[in-house]
């Protein structure tokens, strides 16, 4: 039999988290985010459970052809534009539709030969600093992309920087008001952590939302809230099943560099996933785990191709648990009990999205359409 570790990927999850974004913003469309092949996900995979969505976003042109391969004939978002000139005639036949944040996107437009005029959203940095034109140019930049030709309707787009913390969104939408104002357009600001936090206000809200990490079931301002708090679910499970086991007396030291030394008698389970998984190499002793729906804790340092967790609680619980017990790394066990992936992520030291796409490509996936 292949190796006993599996992710698994929950269709109606996806689902429920597209309606749970539906139902904070009634009044607005959501851009489905499948960017970084939806989040480890799998374009393919995903689609099913967000095919509900008024459009898809991402980056990559490689991943709007799948999209329109699986049947969507709805807008496309490229979320950073184009990369060189020969980009926007992949954009012409796909219809796709493109940010515009930079002097040479214009140009590459301005010179582009088509006889399909582009839809574009025009982004600004309103104090994020990665790309837009700042609140000095952004009119300028519209009038020479209201001028073209080959430009159809303009839409507007900024990005948050605080959305998930106590800064908050107020600084950038001032900036973002003060450069559209009286420019016709639809607006699109919101990003999962504004949506959940801040769209109860329609200004703030706008006519789009970016819904990314939200639909897979990470909570986007945690440890603030929980995925439990926004009311959803995980949309991948990663499992696996324990291999082996040892039997420790105290002053035992387990894995390399003797990370974990036993301070009594400790049974651990030796289960077969690893840094090379994609497990995260920097999660210690500790770091939540189910086994067989109990939660317990890793013990020592990561492997490559193992992990070891601590079977005393699973034991002293009443589960017989040993050999082929199923592990949950994050995710939905069998019995329905919930390890959310933002809990890991924290034990590492990093967020969840980082898991969701680190996923190894030797990891075997699955879909389930169980909730």
């Known amino acids: 039999m292949p190796r006993p570790i599996q992710a698994t990927i929950h269709t109606s999850a996806l689902q429920h988290n597209l309606e749970r974004v539906r139902q904070a913003v009634p009044d607005a469309k959501t851009w489905a985010v499948v960017k970084a092949n939806a989040y480890g996900h799998g374009i393919e995979r995903a689609f099913e459970g967000l095919r509900a969505a008024d459009g898809f976003a991402l980056l990559d042109l490689a991943e709007a052809e799948r999209v329109r391969h699986l049947g969507w004939r709805g807008p496309i978002l490229l979320l950073e534009g184009v990369f060189e000139p020969r980009d926007l005639e992949l954009c012409s036949r796909l ?11 214009i140009d590459m437009l301005a010179a582009h030969k088509t006889q399909v005029p582009h839809r574009v959203f025009l982004k600004l940095n309103s104090g994020m600093n990665r790309l837009g034109f700042t609140a000095q140019r952004y009119r300028s930049a519209w ?10 309707e303009i839409s507007f787009m900024t990005h948050f920087s605080d959305a998930d913390g106590a800064r908050g969104v107020a600084h950038q939408m001032a900036a973002f008001n003060a450069a559209t104002q009286d420019l016709p357009g639809e607006r699109s600001v919101c990003n999962s952590a504004a949506t959940l936090r801040f769209a109860s206000d329609a200004q703030v809200r706008g006519d789009w939302v970016r819904a990314g990490i939200v639909l897979y079931g990470s909570a986007p301002d945690f440890p603030v809230h929980s995925a439990d708090h926004w009311d959803v679910q995980p949309t991948m499970t990663l499992s696996s099943r324990i291999i082996g086991t040892q039997q420790l007396q105290a002053g035992d030291t387990v894995g390399y560099g003797s990370r974990f030394t036993a301070e009594g008698p400790l049974t651990i389970g030796v289960t077969a996933c690893g840094y090379a998984d994609g497990y995260p190499r920097h999660c210690d002793t500790g770091t939540p785990v189910l086994v067989d729906g109990v939660r317990t804790r890793l013990v020592g340092r990561v492997s490559m191709d193992m992990v070891t967790v601590d079977l005393t609680p699973v034991i002293a619980a009443g589960v017989d648990a040993g050999f082929g017990s199923e592990v949950t790394l994050w995710g939905r066990a069998r019995n329905g009990t919930m390890l959310p992936i933002d809990e890991v992520a924290q ?6 999205y980082e898991l969701m796409c680190a996923l190894a490509p030797r990891v075997p996936v699955a879909v389930d359409g169980a909730a």
């Open 347 to 352: 034990a590492a030291g990093t967020v969840g």
């Open 143 to 152: 009038a020479r992309l209201n001028a073209l030709p080959q430009v159809d």
């Open 95 to 105: 219809s796709l539709w493109h940010a515009v944040h930079c002097d040479e996107q």
